[in-house]
């Protein structure tokens, strides 16, 4: 049986880390998927927005370098939970547990001109022991020659998207 799940997106907003009562980190953000087609009458695409969690050093590190509307990929499985409402109701939950995030846009480009790719991999298993067996990689400044306008070019600066966009 296989469960692996491979995304590339973009953060719908910052990434919110937070700590078990056992001192375990856990980072949970959305990732806008594009999808691979668009709406017959027009042309714009349609996303998915696919929550994802990361736990312990991992989580750190994406809560310390992702930010809203940075491209990253995920790598991971999927994992569906259930809990009791307050209401008495059984809620369902869908998510991606990640094991690998790559950074795929460098958090400090200048004028878009240099563009990096970091890679962080960690046992993030939601429960019990495992440690950290963190890698991180970068690569050169990747060919920024082409005329496409990127709507994220002006990377760390605030994004101009409306909160009516956002389906959340």
Not at 20 to 29: D, E, M, R
Not at 143 to 164: H, L, M, R, V
Request: proline share 5%.
């Amino acid at each position: 049986m296989l469960n692996r799940v491979i995304l590339i997106g973009r953060l719908t907003k910052d990434p919110e880390l937070r700590y078990t009562p056992a001192g375990v980190a856990v980072a949970q953000f959305t990732l806008a998927v594009d999808r691979p087609f668009s709406r017959e009458q027009s042309s714009e695409r349609e996303a998915d927005f696919i929550p994802i969690v990361v736990w312990r050093q991992l989580a750190e590190t994406c809560a310390n370098y992702l930010r809203k509307g940075r491209l990253a990929a995920v790598e991971g499985r999927m994992q569906v939970r259930n809990y009791e409402n307050n209401e008495g109701r059984r809620v369902y939950v869908t998510e991606v547990v990640a094991d690998n995030v790559r950074f795929l846009e460098s958090p400090n480009r200048e004028g878009g001109a240099s563009q990096g790719r970091d890679e962080f991999a960690g046992n993030s298993g939601n429960s019990g022991g495992g440690g950290y067996g963190g890698s991180s990689r970068s690569s050169g400044p990747r060919n920024s020659g082409n005329n496409n306008q990127d709507p994220f070019a002006d990377d760390g600066k605030p994004i101009d998207i409306s909160d009516d966009d956002l389906p959340f």
